[in-house]
């Protein structure tokens, strides 16, 4: 049985930026993206101020929501090992102790 030890703080602070920057990025091409292929569908709204239809707005929080979520689901299951982007940069795994 291999020796485990614990992450340091500056390790997992680490990841957990990574991490945060990946979701980000992700996120805002995601909202870009589904803006350019909805907007032009919906429907155009009256007022000059509201520049954004119904639809662009629910696939821009699509975008901003779905993604986020799909990509921790995807660091917690065998897709992508069970470890996010950032905990396999930092070398990081989560393990069960067994007494």
């Given at each position: 049985?291999?020796?485990l030890s614990d992450a340091s703080f500056g390790a997992r602070l680490g990841a957990f930026f990574v991490d945060i920057v990946v979701i980000?990025?992700?996120?805002?091409?995601a909202s870009f993206v589904l803006l350019?292929?909805?907007?032009?569908?919906?429907?155009?709204?009256s007022d000059?101020?509201?520049w954004?239809?119904?639809?662009?707005?629910?696939?821009?929080?699509?975008g901003?929501?779905?993604l986020p979520l799909a990509?921790?689901?995807?660091?917690?299951?065998?897709?992508?090992?069970h470890r996010s982007i950032g905990?396999?940069?930092?070398?990081?795994?989560?393990v069960r102790v067994r007494e």
């Open positions: 049985m291999e020796k980000n990025g992700l996120s805002l091409v350019a292929i909805i907007s032009p569908l919906g429907d155009r709204p000059p101020v509201d954004m239809s119904p639809q662009a707005a629910g696939a821009v929080m699509l901003m929501i779905g990509y921790v689901g995807a660091s917690w299951s065998r897709l992508l090992g905990k396999r940069l930092f070398g990081l795994r989560v």
